[in-house]
């Protein structure tokens, strides 16, 4: 055996150790997932998910790593090939569960939100189904829109890949009444120059103080108010409905 094939040996031999490591403590790592979002606030299944089929990915790369160190046999808290068939049950569980939830609030978003017909409804929003909203009126105009899902990521709340190759940063405020000033815009106007987008947005339920719009002639920003959010919706449901119908005719 040449040194050059004896080096490599013994690399495969660590990589399958590593890999096998990893995926035989795949009880430990998706507990030790759970809890980190849970912490964090977020959507469980979803991020869950995303580490489960990470993991599914590892087995798939065990499965065909392995012959080059077959020395390796892993920890064994769990015989194969049970291991391997109870975390693919496992697995598949949470993203069935991922996707049926992700089915079911989507279904829930669009009968709360399709019968929004005034200001008021959208203040009765939470506010993750007001960010949705936004998301969905860019989606519907074409352009590729997320939300940030965190909580102070420099009061951006979705970012929104323009069709047009911008980058643009929205926040959404759902206000049950007062005014939004030049200092809020002059914050935002901050936190877009430092997200390097082209273009930011305020979208609200409220309105915007005289010395808000001012400040914020000139540049690029956007500054929807309620009234203006109320026909923009519209505009998008009756869109999005024409859309619908043409499908289901096509």
């Given amino acids: 055996m040449t040194t050059q094939q004896a080096m490599f040996d013994n690399f495969m ?5 590593l890999f096998q490591l990893l995926f035989d403590l795949w009880p430990l790592m998706l507990l030790y997932a759970f809890a980190g979002i849970l912490n964090r606030n977020g959507n469980v299944l979803r991020p869950l998910a995303a580490v489960a089929v990470l993991w599914v990915l590892l087995r798939f790369a065990l499965y065909f790593l392995s012959p080059l160190a077959p020395n390796v046999t892993g920890l064994k808290i769990i015989p194969e090939p049970v291991n391997t068939t109870a975390y693919l049950l496992v697995a598949g569980g949470i993203v069935l569960l991922w996707l049926a939830w992700e089915y079911l609030k989507r279904g829930y978003f669009r009968r709360k939100t399709g019968k929004i017909d005034s200001i008021a409804a959208m203040v009765e929003l939470s506010p993750s189904q007001f960010e949705d909203m936004i998301v969905e009126l860019y989606r519907v ?11 102070g990521d420099h009061g951006i ?29 002059r914050d935002f106007y901050g936190a877009m120059q430092h997200e390097k ?5 305020i979208i609200t339920t409220a309105h915007f103080s005289a010395a808000a719009q001012r400040w914020a002639r000139g540049k690029p920003l956007n500054l929807y108010h309620g009234e203006q959010l109320l026909r923009l919706w519209r505009r998008a449901q009756a869109t999005r409905e024409v859309a619908t119908k043409s499908s289901t005719i096509a």
């Fill in 157 to 185: 709340d979705v970012i929104v890949n323009a069709k047009n190759g911008e980058k643009w940063v929205v926040q959404c405020k759902r206000w049950r009444g007062g005014t939004i000033g030049e200092p809020l815009v």
């Fill in 197 to 201: 987008a082209d273009k930011g947005i």
């Fill in 141 to 151: 105009a074409g352009h590729d829109a997320k939300r940030t899902g965190r909580t």
């Fill in 13 to 17: 031999t660590t990589i399958v150790w």
